[in-house]
């Protein structure tokens, strides 16, 4: 039987991760209501949608939140938990904590685990359940499964009980599964230098540290320092469990009681209050790698559910494609043979990032000044109603697209839930429906300033002919 | 995509009242939560495999169509499967159903030019591909239910009406050049290309790699009388999933199929069976690279005659067992629980359509690990085939595989798909119903009788692709001898002159040649 990819109990940099939040609210395709003022909310968003997504939620008495949605599919359940604390909230001197105690997670508990390092993977996998995994991003934790819909009973038995009282046993192999990880992480050739470039970006707010930790942090973090983490974050009003499958909601409600109340009452931890200084002088780094010529631009922009991070997705959506702006300035044109926009919005703050590869012999500096150009265009000229439609009606669909996997449609769940507000996959549709050529004209004027922005150059170190 | 081995990813489950079955464990009296989850009862999970026969519908030209409604989300996916792949390339036209697919997509239709076509699909926001295997190709249509008819009468000009236009069959062989290129840039690549060889030898079908000369033979007339004599309702079989009214998309259909000039006729099937003899042995190629890759395997079997008999169940089984899951498996628990030497492994067996599948085990590893990678691998291997496999894995392997099953079928697109599939290849839609009872008749035994024979050390084949044997490691003396394979050419895959690696370096710095 083929097997999907080994399971990885992953770091995700926010840059590889699929628009964060998507929405099902059935706005009027390409008819979108009229432009909502930024700050509004437009009117077929208000009152929400979720009728249509169907998304439920219950609050237990210890704070801890669940989300329950129905899927047709009768054999399993896609069910998971997100803990609202990330990389951005490691302590100081103990970078890294996060995604290290995402992997003492899975080392068991006082029941569990106690002979065999690996029982959980065993319960589950006797169970028959499948994708097990978890992941760290900079601002939350999820841990997900795929468990039979008869067996359900097992998740809220498991997942209760490793909140309740995890074991953080063989810290050593972990680190170096760990160590491992960030080597494969690293293996491209912009890899070992994307936390440099992340640290450059990043001035005062903790998305300054890479999501694995600096390397000495990683090697000195003991697991008195996890268990602190753990109990410090992990707790009930920082949660949120998220289950999509054809359930029956009273009985869902009955085992969640069962199992999770058993949890202590505690609100959310409170957050460093650090903002990002404006910044004012444009930042460059140069880079020699093996391969092709790179390049990547990072503009500071607005975080998740800021009014003008739809008008934002929505720009990077005409520049992207197979008919988007950067391929008919940079891939038409032969110098790049890969070029993406993406804005990318984190709890505390967010960034648009351009990245391009060069074909050939073409330097980085052909690239960037080929992108300043689209930009131009985009800050003076109004985008023409047909090319606007076409992209709202291409984000609309691949917001479908992605919603069909149950698994997908749940880490999707996890991440607006771990950002702060779950009712994003509601409404994103709406929001993204409402923006109009002004908006897109008005944030492409905003945000991409000359001392805005943080220039990565990455020259081929092997490019013949070169030093 | 490739259809060269058959797995058991199948078709839809419908589970009836688990659920509510499951609620009398919270009885007044029992304890809350019990003290392990061992004393938790289930309910079986019973589900019904859907009736191939109520999905099934004939159109013109005898074409089956399998339809499902799904009404989850607003979207359709439409897809043609076609008895069409590289068993149907002539001789000295290597690559000409892979070209013609790719042209069909990018070439445009006589109605519009590629770019007209695709503007049009990019205003409807669908998503339109053509793929093309060694037995097996597919043109898929998603998009939006309000835009199907739309979407099909595209799709439906692209199949009946291309225009192969030359410029784009220039830009075509342009890009797949450039592709070819950069072959030798992922070590993972080239162990596939050169497992391939080694298992299947280099001129059976599945092998036949495009190159440079191979594309320069493929012109444009060749794509044109490719595409009449092959893409033709007698070789379709068509899909319809997702927010549709069974009753209207077939009409449609009907009627696309009538407007079709004339049926074509069938292709000749099957394709030619395997005639190489694969040399057991541990091969290497060297490459610079960080990682190593490693296969370990053998041809395994042919699908005709092979679906039900008994042993192709403990060999799904026995892979399951050995490292179907990174955490629980054999070699998971060994070579990255225990002895972190590899960071994910794994292990397939698939059954070939008209020739052998294989039975593989994979894993990417640090050069200097390689050897003590091997003799784990090895020791663990020889104990499948000397020790009765535990009740508790059995049981855990079973678990998977029906879990493998059910998730096959959960959405009705991958349902009809499955269906489809079997229709081309001559498959038994039986297999999937009687899949579950086969999996359960399977025993310690069984599974022990099957690693003796497919686990045989004597006709196993080893691959290597790194910076190996020149960084071996300690161990390395008690491998066999390494037998060395030249890196091939990337456009020729002609074999190149044998170069010293640098030294131990696994990472290529900035002066480190590249190929």
Known sequence: MVKLSPRVRAALAPTLLPALALSLCLAPLGAGPAAAAAGGRPAACAGSSALHFGTQSFRLANGMTFLVVERPDPASVAAGWVASVGSADDPAGATGASHLLEHMMFKGTHTIGVQDPNELDVLYGRAGATSLNAFTKNDLTAYFVSVPANELELWFWLESDRLLAPVFRDLEGERKVIKQERQRDESTPRGRLQSQFNALFWQAQPYHAPIFGWPSDLAATSIADAEHHFHASYTAGNLTAVLVGHLDRARIEDLAHRYFDRLPAAPAPPRTPTAEPEQLAETRMNAAIDGPAELEIRYHSVPFRHPDSYALEVLAGLLNGPNGRLANALLAAERADQATAEQVSLRRAGFFSLTARARGDHGPEGLEQAWYGVLRRLQEEAVSPAELERVRNRLAADTFRRLREPLFLLVQLLTAAGLGDWHDLDEHTCRVAAVSAEDIRRVARAYFEPRNRTVGLYRAAGEPGKP | MTVRDRTARPAAAVLAGALASAAALAGVGEPAVPAHPAQLRFPALAFNLPEPAGLRHLLRHGVVAYVAEDHTLPLVDVTVQARIGAFLDPPGKDGLAALTASLLRHGGTRRLDAQRLDDALEALAADLTVDSGDTRSSATLNCLSAHLDEGLGLLFDMLAHPAFAADRVAAEKRRLTAAMATRNDSAAEILDRQWQWLLYGEEHVSSRYLTGRRLAALERQDLIEFHARTWQPANFVITVAGDVEPGKVLARLDSLLAAWPGGGEPVPWPPAPASHRPMAGLYSVSVPAAQAEVAIGRLGEAWDGHWSDPERYAVEVLTEVAA??????????????????????????????????????????????????LIATDEELRRLRDEPIGADELATAKSALVAGLTGGFAAPRDTVVTFAVDDLLGWPHEFWRGYRDRLQAVGAAEVRQAARRLLNPEEMVTLVVGSWPATAGEESGRLPPVRPLPLRDPLSLEALPAKPLPGAAPAPGPSSPRS
């Open chain 2, 324 to 373: 179907g899951n990174l955490f629980i498996s054999r070699l998971g628990r060994r070579l990255r629980g225990r002895e972190g030497l590899v960071y994910g492994i794994e292990s397939t067996s698939g059954v070939g359509p008209t020739w052998p599948g294989s039975f593989q085990i994979r894993f990417t590893c640090d050069p200097a690990k390689v050897a003590s990678a």
